[in-house]
């Protein structure tokens, strides 16, 4: 995947102005009439930004591009309103949506000048505001004053944003290869998922209304108190109306599918040929940063971060008295779970890797995780948004499912679970979900508070996510933890010819090869950190998430600054010293120590072959915002001097020297 994203990440850097042309029509669209409805321009933006950020495009160029997009977007529609007047409302697009229309005339009439400023912030109304104050008849000067000055703060609002989640990502572990591939795989698929549960929540609306029409009048004209019903339901001026229709689309259109995948994974001996190719792209695409993004993200689904999330639910409910809602609620939770043990006892499918699981759950379909929180997290979507306008509902849903498709995606990244598993406890999460929400609209629950119930719910959720995530990461690291497959060879082998096998170099994220690896060490690295630290040599922990925190404070020494995470072939070092270098203030030299697939076995000794790298660091800042440490090559005198260190150690014996694109590397083993 690398192979395909990389060469467009490439062009782009190379070639900006397509990128730039790109934001342009994406800042105009989304200010035209009733075009910006459905313009994702906010996702979009921001992704701009983080590719700002993390060096592929330039600040200042995406910032202009946002801004003229955005400005001449709303002056183009605040020409349509005045050439066309009251008209306007009369031509397409804006005849079929007469309520939106009347809704951002309410707006201005409210707002006034400041509704054009205001309203490109307020989702819906943003599309038609331009149109109607230009039908009003305001002040050219005027709106142009407004226009621009929006514009523009409207521009950073969104491009900063991603600016500093592009520089996070870069500081946090060299972004320019398979990480931002998993990320951008990940943001595409989120933005995908909030913008069609948007479009669900809110855009179907419009033709649904129609439909109703036509079918409560065709129910109307029948004869019995059944058929009464039916049409005083669905009728358009039923409030409740489209969300029981949609509901119930949901529940035939999932109950299909479900069956589907449920044949699929009972009628094959062997997964799919899809879930296997996804498997192996995402094994692939794996590297340590995601891989603790996405442990993190996996998580937060997990049983007791979810029970804590239902309780939080239920509790609230039965505060609140909604006992009905409760009940429902509860029987909706627990038929999930039922459905997650029957299907993976019955189906008994392996897992794409072997977890440490136990019972039921040592079973691959469907997944738990999507499952629950589907079930979950849609029950809180039904109960919040039940009262909500149809842009309140919409941000909910999106909201939640976003979240959703967060932990579902980390489950196939992990290797946790096949695609079809997770897409089965999604399908039938959003099922439950559905026939939930039939209830509710049905039979609406007390008031409960809803935006009360929505922050109480996503409070527990966090807190409980955080304390699980702190106790027990370590443990959940190690589970999900790329297997390290190992080539056992005699020791004489590796020395005569297989040390050949290894690389010469690191290989960061984007495949391209940085500095030579100045020896290969077989053998315990307890032993070859102890003499390192009789020679002034200090061992620096192990490199995770929170060690980027002191990067955050510009003005830190490279004293506090933990040594840069980088990668080789998407690892970690396995050992990392550092210790003041010589010549040079404010340096430091860096040994990372990467472990391979190789390893020496003679008679009863095993002995792991790593690699061994010599760098210098010094710092270096970004945008004033943050300190980190700037990789160096090591110099000449910093290589010899690291190999009289070998050379003289205790319990350590060169074996050979070779020459490798032009540098000296030596093959090192320890012996008692």
């Known amino acids: 995947m690398l192979d395909y994203i990389q060469p467009y990440l490439d062009y782009f850097t190379a070639n900006p102005e397509w990128a730039l042309v790109i934001i342009f029509l994406i800042a105009l669209g989304e200010a035209l009439l009733i075009i910006g409805l459905f313009v994702p321009s906010t996702a979009i933006l921001v992704g701009a930004g983080v590719l700002v950020g993390t060096g592929h495009l330039h600040f200042w160029p995406v910032i202009i591009a946002t801004c003229l997009g955005c400005i001449v977007g709303d002056q183009l529609s605040y020409w349509a309103g005045r050439m066309f007047g009251e008209r306007l409302k009369t031509l397409w697009p804006l005849n079929r949506y007469p309520q939106l229309v009347a809704k951002g005339e309410d707006f201005v009439r409210v707002h006034g000048g400041k509704s054009i400023a205001i309203g490109r912030f307020v989702p819906g109304v943003k599309s038609v505001v331009p149109g109607i104050v230009g039908m009003f008849g305001m002040n050219q000067l005027f709106f142009v004053f407004v226009n621009v000055t929006s514009g523009i703060f409207w521009s950073f609002a969104h491009v900063v944003p991603g600016v500093l989640i592009g520089q996070g990502l870069a500081f946090a572990g060299e972004l320019s290869g398979r990480l931002l591939v998993v990320l951008l795989v990940l943001l595409v698929i989120l933005t995908v998922a909030g913008f069609v549960i948007r479009l669900a929540a809110a855009g179907v609306s419009p033709f649904l209304n129609h439909l109703l029409g036509r079918v409560s009048d065709w129910a109307r004209a029948k004869r019995g108190r059944s058929w009464q019903r039916f049409a005083r339901a669905v009728a358009p001026d039923n409030p409740r109306s489209v969300m ?398 690291l190999r009289e260190v070998l050379a003289r150690a205790q319990g350590i014996a060169i074996l050979s020297e070779h020459e490798r694109s032009g540098t000296r590397q030596d093959l090192i083993t320890a012996i008692p």
Not at 295 to 314: E, H, N, P, R, Y
Not at 338 to 354: D, H, N, S, W, Y
Not at 421 to 428: C, E, K, S, Y
Request: aromatic content about 10%.
């Open 244 to 641: 029981i229709v949609l509901f119930a689309a949901i529940i035939f259109t999932g109950l299909i599918a479900l069956i589907n995948l449920a044949i699929r994974a009972t009628s094959t001996s062997a997964v799919s040929n899809i879930d296997v190719s996804i498997a192996t792209l995402m094994r692939e695409s794996r590297n340590a940063p995601a891989d603790e993004l996405m442990t993190v993200i996996t998580m937060m689904g997990d049983t007791m971060v979810m029970s804590a999330l239902a309780l939080a639910i239920l509790g609230w409910l039965v505060w609140h008295r909604a006992y009905r809602a409760a009940w429902a609620a509860g029987i909706a939770i627990v038929a999930a779970k039922f459905f997650e043990l029957v299907m993976k006892l019955g189906i008994q499918r392996a897992r794409p890797t072997e977890l440490s699981y136990s019972g039921a759950s040592i079973f691959s379909f469907p997944s738990g995780h999507a499952t629950m929180a589907a079930v979950i997290f849609g029950i809180l979507a039904v109960l919040v948004s039940h009262s909500m306008g149809r842009w309140g509902r919409a941000v909910v849903y999106a909201i939640c499912a976003i979240l959703v498709v967060a932990i579902a995606y980390s489950r196939v990244y992990l290797g946790a679970h096949w695609l079809s598993d997770v897409l089965a406890g999604l399908t039938f999460g959003v099922v439950m979900m559905a026939a939930f929400g039939v209830a509710i609209e049905a039979i609406p629950p007390r008031r409960i508070k809803p935006l009360g119930l929505f922050a109480t719910a996503l409070t527990a959720f966090l807190a409980a996510g955080v304390f699980h995530v702190a106790s027990g990461f370590t443990r959940a690291s190690e589970m999900y933890a790329m297997p390290e497959p190992q080539i056992l060879v005699p020791v004489a082998q590796w020395v005569e010819k297989d040390w050949e096998k290894l690389p010469a170099r690191r290989i960061d994220l984007a495949g391209k090869p940085e500095e030579t690896f100045i020896a290969q060490f077989a053998g315990n690295l307890d032993q070859l950190a102890g003499q390192l630290e009789a020679n002034g040599w200090t061992v620096s922990p192990v490199w995770t998430w929170r060690q980027s925190l002191p990067y955050l404070n510009p003005n830190a020494m490279l004293t506090d600054l933990a040594p840069r995470p980088a990668l080789h072939e998407g690892l970690k070092a396995k050992l990392t010293l550092i210790r003041a270098a010589s010549g040079e203030s404010d340096a430091r030299e860096v040994i990372r120590i990467y472990k391979t697939g190789l390893a020496t076995a003679e008679e009863s000794t095993y002995k792991p072959i790593y690699l061994v790298s010599l760098t210098r660091e010094v710092r270096t800042h970004g945008f004033d915002l943050y300190a980190m440490p700037s990789q160096r090559p090591a110099s000449d005198a910093d290589v010899a001097a």
